[in-house]
C-alpha cells in the first residue's frame, strides 16, 4: 500500500480562496473588511518570517494587515496598553500576538488581556473553557487546520478511534477535543504512555505533535490509517539541515492509507486558518452568519 497524500499547500490555497470570497462579500453586501493586527516584540527571525507572511496572505485575500513591532525591551504595561486599545477598535477583529515573548513578559498575562471574541489564535482561557465543553469559540489555528483536511479526506470522522501523540495546549489538547466533538473515540498519548506502540497500532486517525523528529515508524501505523504529522523538526544533512516530522515518513507512508508530508502537509494550514478565523470573528462580530467550511 502507497498512502495517498493529503496536499497542505493545495489545501491551503483553496481555503485562502474562499477566505477570499467571502470578505469580498461582505465588503459588497455590508461595507465591511475584516482586519487582523499582529503584535511582535524583539526580533526573533523566525517570527519576523511568519509575521511577515501573515501579513502578505492577509492583504491578499483582501482583509485589513495592522502589524506593530515593538522593541525587544518593551515594558509589560506598554504591551497591554496596546492590546487594549486594539481591543477597543471596531476595524480590528482578529488579534495574534507572535509567541514567543522575551522573557520579562508573562505570556499567560498577555494572552489573557486580549478580547477572547478577537483572540484569533484560541489560546485564551475563556476558548480553551468553550471549546472543552463543546460551546462555540475560538479555534487554535494548527488543530483547526488538522480537522479540515481530515473531514476532506473522509467524511464523516464519526466512530474513528483517533490518538493525538503530544498533550501541549498549542496542538495535542484542542486537537483532542475538536475530535471528540467529530464523535472520534479519542486516546491522548505522550511520553508517559505504556506501550505506545500498541495504543497507537489501534488508531484509524494519528495526530503526531509531539515535536521528536521521525519518532513514529511505520511499523506503529495500523494499514490504511490517516496520519497526520504537525512535527516541524530540523535535523542535520551533511553540512546542511532539512525539515522532518513527527513521523518517520517512508516506513508511514508504505503502511498508511492517507499522510501529511513535511513540509507541505500541515504547516501552510495555520496561516491559512488564522485567516478563517478573523472572518469568522468579523461575522460574529456584525451578527451575520458564519463562513461553512471553515469553522469547527
Not at 479555534?139 to 479540515?148: A, D, K, N
Request: aromatic share 2%; proline share 6%; hydrophobic share 45%.
Amino acid at each position: 500500500m502507497t498512502a495517498q497524500v493529503i496536499d497542505g499547500k493545495a489545501f491551503a490555497a483553496r481555503v485562502r480562496a474562499q477566505v477570499g470570497e467571502h470578505v469580498g462579500r461582505l465588503k459588497a453586501e455590508h461595507g465591511l473588511v475584516p482586519g487582523l493586527a499582529v503584535v511582535l516584540v524583539g526580533e526573533d527571525p523566525a517570527s519576523q518570517v511568519y509575521v511577515r507572511s501573515k501579513g502578505k496572505q492577509t492583504v491578499e485575500v483582501g482583509m485589513k494587515s495592522v502589524e506593530h513591532r515593538l522593541e525587544v525591551d518593551t515594558s509589560e504595561a506598554d504591551l497591554l496598553a496596546l492590546i487594549e486599545a486594539l481591543n477597543a477598535d471596531a476595524s480590528i477583529h482578529g488579534i495574534l500576538v507572535q509567541l514567543p515573548l522575551p522573557k520579562h513578559l508573562n505570556e499567560e498575562l498577555v494572552i489573557g488581556s486580549i478580547d477572547p471574541a478577537k483572540d484569533v489564535d484560541g489560546f485564551h482561557i475563556s476558548n480553551v473553557g468553550l471549546l472543552g465543553t463543546g460551546q462555540k469559540s475560538m479555534v487554535p489555528c494548527t488543530p483547526l487546520g488538522c480537522l479540515m483536511m481530515l473531514r476532506d479526506h473522509h467524511g464523516s470522522l464519526s466512530g474513528m478511534d483517533a490518538v493525538v501523540i503530544g498533550r501541549s495546549n498549542i496542538v495535542g489538547k484542542p486537537m483532542a477535543q475538536l475530535l471528540l466533538g467529530d464523535s472520534c473515540t479519542v486516546t491522548i498519548a505522550h511520553s508517559r504512555t505504556k506501550d505506545l506502540a500498541d495504543v497507537v497500532r489501534r488508531a484509524d486517525i494519528v495526530v503526531a505533535a509531539v515535536g521528536r523528529p521521525e519518532m513514529v515508524p511505520g511499523d506503529w501505523i495500523k494499514p490504511g490509517a490517516t496520519v497526520i504529522d504537525v512535527g516541524i523538526n530540523r535535523v542535520p544533512n551533511g553540512e546542511k539541515t532539512r525539515l522532518v516530522g513527527d513521523v518517520d515518513y517512508d516506513s508511514c507512508a508504505a503502511v498508511a492509507g492517507a499522510i501529511t508530508p513535511v513540509p507541505g502537509g500541515v504547516g501552510p494550514m495555520t496561516i491559512a486558518c488564522l485567516l478563517a478565523n478573523t472572518l469568522t470573528a468579523c461575522c460574529r462580530a456584525n451578527g451575520l452568519p458564519e463562513p461553512e467550511g471553515l469553522t469547527a
